[in-house]
């Protein structure tokens, strides 16, 4: 379904999607987790819970 989504609103960013194995593996305790990471794959910070959009950016803006 999330790839037809993608398909279907033309979306073009990366998509990951879990294989059930994600939650242990980063630590994931629990819903929503966002977690950012930088070009070279480190996570960079990680937001758990409902976030606002300044939270958001400021974990993104740490990313880039």
């Not at 994931?28 to 966002?34: D, E, H, L, R």
Request: hydrophobic letters at 40%; a negative charge; charged letters at 20%.
């Amino acid at each position: 379904a999330a790839v037809e989504f993608m398909q279907k609103y033309d979306l073009t960013y990366p998509l990951v999607l879990d294989d059930g194995t994600w939650p242990q593996e980063f630590g994931i305790t629990a819903y929503p987790t966002t977690i950012f990471f930088d070009a070279q794959g480190n996570e960079v910070d990680r937001l758990v819970g409902a976030s606002t959009l300044d939270q958001f950016n400021a974990s993104l803006a740490k990313a880039q």
